[in-house]
């Protein structure tokens, strides 16, 4: 068997680790960027009542007309503007990834950043470039000219706010890469509800300029949609690559019924993004412990105890939130904290106490 492994499975896929979501257990959750809010009661009947029309037993719309223009309105997508659904922004990347690749051809990042850039690089068999950004996690735009002249891209990713840093890029340094690249750049914007910022009104200025977006980190994660806005042209050809069907009937059903009731979901989204910063001052205030700025729904620090033992101990006293200390380079000492509910953000400032005292 191992040398039938060997001999079929390309290298770069044996080089690679599995994708690992930790199992929480009995833990606070607090690693995975998710909204801890569940709907109101009455909501959750109203949708389960939804769910009874829905035809389990028919193909869903391939193209989800309903869902699509509910998506259209709900993210503010201009007019004129193609859009296009993915069962989550990953699978929204691979599309893209699959559509560009070819023997030679670079897909280009800043890092840190989203790991699924580089995955699914090597998943289509693509070179990845990743740009080192400075110190402060900001973008390093003349690095990000120099890669684009020497590895020119097919494809840029910027995540808007970045992931796992929680900081949003200068928009007009973003813009240069727009001008400068010769390919797609596509901004990433799976945080635009905690962000207060945005290049969505900016599509059609630039034909080469994408934006993507998911509906997870409003409290839709269990769902599984994002979506792809830009110029229609480019998405009719990643359109073809877009398996059939590939947003089943209760996604389309659900993230229709969520989205007709927006305000539950943006109310969650003030009620996240206000605790942020409660939750940011206690970190700043807390010695030994480096919050750095965030526009998400997270909150990336530095601990001069060892990251390590304290992510440790943090689990040992019920609280997973995400080690990127192992990653090292920039991220070395570093921890990520997703702000859930107030009584878990407290849990989780004491269990951080008890860590680095």
Known sequence: MSDKITDWIRPGIRALSAYHVPDAGECIKLDAMENPYTWPEEMVDAWLQRLRGAALNRYPDPAAHALSERLREAMAVPEGQALMLGN???????????????????IMAPEPSFVMYRMIATFCGMEYVGVPLREDFSLDLDAMLAAIAKHPPAVIFLAYPNNPTGNLFDADDVRAVI?????????????????????????GESDNLLVMRTVSKMGLAGLRLGLLAGPGAWLAEFDKVRLPYNINVLTQVSADFALENIGVLEAQTAQITADRETLWQAL?????????????????????????TVFTSLKANGVLIKNLNPAGGPLAGCLRVTVGRPEENSAFLQALHSAIA
């Open 88 to 106: 989550g922004s990953d699978e929204i990347i691979q599309i893209i990834a699959q559509a560009v690749a070819a023997p030679g051809r670079v």
């Open 179 to 203: 001008e400068a690249a010769p390919g797609l750049v596509v901004v990433d914007e799976a945080y635009h509800a905690f962000a207060d910022a945005s290049f969505m009104l900016r599509l």
């Open 284 to 308: 700043a205030a807390m010695p030994g412990v480096a919050p750095f700025p965030s526009r998400a729904n997270f909150i990336l620090f530095r601990v001069e105890a060892d990251a390590d």
